[in-house]
């Protein structure tokens, strides 16, 4: 069974709140406290599955594990506040926990984070291992609120920079979560929007199924970063880019007025196809079933 | 380097903000949102460090994460509220992961808690292993917040239920955070507590140095579990029990009026002597420097 297969069937049975104008399933979870929106999210970096055990710096793990948390909060239109980390380590020199920490400051220091918890803790075994995991707090106004339900056939499909090429060009650890451009579009343009952490492919699956729309997606305008082809652009992990929906008739406006130096693309529409279905257009080369991630897709 | 030496190297190097009441060093982190106090705290198990792997049934895993960070919570006086789980495994049976979010949410609803997020991981290698680390938000009323360094030298020291052999006797897994008795204390009887989960002797330690007190620990009255002798009553870890202190003309009124089945036990008072400090009083053995994680002992 998949993650998602396992996640449906999870949070089918979980119970829920009243204060929880959000619940799990979106890139945050919206909480009602205080009369105002909190946003929080969980999410992980375990070495040997998202960097090279040994090979990676402490100071860029720390980055990286704060920076994917910070971009589900950009996805929600949101402004992050706090942090909470967990660390679990085989035994190491020192300096790698004080770098490690280092770096988790700096990045958070560059984003307005402040953190507010930790816990520390042994791996067993004699390798080089860590797991870490991030749980970001932020803030939300209601009228600003993104989520990944609110997709309506017709409307156009956009991008924020480039696709693809995620690990062997570096961006997986380099990049620069979308804060600003999901401030800026958040309410004013859109009202759908996601983070690209999974591949574009099986993350616009997921926005498909919550809308309950379909995607028509034209991959001769998908933004590839340099050393990609349509297949990473659609199936590479970790872009940690913004995927949105906006009005088709305000579409030029919101190009003409992007303020970013972050590329901006249309790169499909919204449709009424079966939820979650994505037909591909002027596709140059026919993608496996894997590839595709089992999409229905047509060649141009 | 221990672990509380690294987090002092680290916390120090911290940047604060003007919404955090209270930062990283205590059972949680007080912060303002919305004129009301939040609770937050972070807290792991790691399979073959917290329990043993393969051999540990995934409800009582998913259990022991959940309880862990709500005796966090009873610590400070406040009321669970959400939780969030990032939970990372190697290749295993689906029902495994069932079973573990079915754990989850039976102590979630027993503690009328709800699960706000999640994220699923994959770890590497052959054998089983499993990191959970799960993210509690709480709330506390202003006027009920304890806190680890609100100790006066002059005050009584008390602990709830018994402490030692939490392992042998399960009850590392079986435990009940102390919720009710952490709200009945909080603000009336104490302004000083903090959940034992590190051993009694370690903790108190940490208990002194925020509050710049010492301890006089009288180890005859000490509150044993089965099967436990001075040593592990004082260095076992995973009691899970509130300690706090409480004005000694007020102790009697307080025993007087407990309500809860869970014992209360008044083991010490706190001193004058160096912070973090602890004399034992009324020991029948000597302890080892390793035993008292090096602290100053008398014997009686």
Redesign the interface.
Same mark, same amino acid.
């Given at each position: @069974?998949s #993650?998602d297969a396992?996640?449906a =069937? &999870?949070l089918a *049975? $979980?119970? =829920?709140?009243e204060? @929880?104008i959000l *619940?799990?399933g979106d890139d945050?979870?919206v $909480?009602e406290? *205080?009369?105002?929106w $909190?946003l929080?999210? &969980? %999410?992980?970096v &375990?070495s %040997?599955?998202h960097y090279q055990a040994g090979d990676t710096p402490p100071e860029a793990i720390a980055g990286k594990v704060l920076k994917r948390n910070l971009s589900d909060i950009a996805a929600m239109g949101g402004i992050p506040?706090?942090a909470?980390?967990?660390l679990?380590a085989t035994a190491r020199p %020192?300096d790698w926990? #004080?770098r490690f920490?280092?770096g988790l #400051?700096a990045a958070?220091?560059a984003f307005d984070v +402040?953190?507010?918890?930790? %816990? !520390? *803790?042994? !791996?067993?075994g004699p390798a080089a291992a860590e797991?870490a995991?991030l +749980?970001i $707090?932020g #803030?939300v106004e209601p009228e600003k609120l993104c989520r990944r339900d609110r997709a309506e056939a017709g409307e156009a499909l956009l991008v924020t920079g480039e696709l693809g090429n995620t690990l062997a060009s570096g961006h997986h650890l380099d990049f620069t979560p979308r804060l600003a451009e999901g401030r800026f579009l958040a309410g004013r343009w859109t009202r759908c929007m996601m983070d690209l952490s999974d591949g574009l492919g099986r993350d616009l699956r997921r926005l498909g199924r919550a809308s309950q729309v379909g995607f028509e997606l034209d991959v001769s305008a998908l933004p590839r970063r340099a050393g990609a082809d349509a297949r990473g652009a659609i199936g590479d992990g970790e872009d940690y880019e913004l995927v949105f929906t906006v009005a088709p008739d305000r579409v030029e406006a919101l190009l003409a007025s992007w303020p970013f130096p972050a590329t901006l693309s249309v790169i499909g529409r919204v449709t009424k196809a079966a939820p979650g279905s994505l037909a591909l257009v002027n596709a140059d080369t026919v993608l496996s079933e894997e590839e595709m991630d089992g999409y229905e897709h047509f060649r141009a």
């Open positions: @069974m #993650e396992i996640l =069937r &999870v *049975g $979980l119970r =829920r709140d204060a @929880m *619940g799990p945050c979870a $909480l406290f *205080g009369g105002r $909190l929080a999210a &969980v %999410d992980q &375990v %040997d599955v506040r706090w909470l980390l967990a679990a %020192d926990f #004080e920490f280092a #400051e958070a220091k +402040t953190l507010a918890g930790g %816990d !520390l *803790g042994a !791996l067993p797991y995991a +749980t $707090l #803030e």
